[in-house]
């Protein structure tokens, strides 16, 4: 696991299975919040997030050992809400199940350079987000 720190900015832990995906998310995040962690799978998710209790998760949805929605089912067993940024190429409905009562970032990964700062943003304060290629 990779972490970064900058004080004073929102926490954030990053799930993405590729390797080059990952750095590009770190990097661009890094601009904005502190990153505290990047890890490549969802056990690893889960296992860095209940250590280092971030304020926002951005994770990939498909990764091995367990992806990223079921690592969210987890985590909100074991955690208070922390809000969850999906990146990935999936339609929204199977990212974001009805009924879901905080709000959810979602974000194409096309979209990423231009929409994960905002969608982080977002879901910080309160707002869900579904990026450019999901409203089409």
């Known amino acids: ?3 970064i720190s900058v004080q004073g ?3 954030v832990l990053v799930a ?6 990952r750095c590009s998310i770190v990097e661009l ?3 904005d919040f502190q990153v505290v962690g990047a890890v490549c799978d969802g056990e690893e998710l889960v296992q860095s997030a209940i250590c280092l209790v971030p304020d926002v998760i951005v994770t990939d949805v498909f990764m091995p050992r367990m992806d990223g929605l079921a690592a969210r089912t987890k985590l909100l067993t074991k955690l208070q809400v922390i809000p969850f940024v999906f990146i990935s190429t999936l339609v929204k409905e199977v990212v974001q199940p009805p009924g879901n009562d905080f709000p959810v970032g979602l974000v194409h990964k096309r979209d ?4 994960l700062s ?3 943003a977002a879901v910080l304060s309160g707002r869900s987000y579904v990026s450019g290629h999901y409203r089409e």
């Open 1 to 3: 696991m990779n972490s």
């Open 9 to 11: 900015r929102p926490r």
């Open 16 to 21: 993405e299975h590729d390797d080059t995906m």
């Open 29 to 31: 995040l890094c601009k």
């Open 112 to 115: 990423i350079s231009a929409h």
């Open 118 to 120: 905002n969608a982080v």
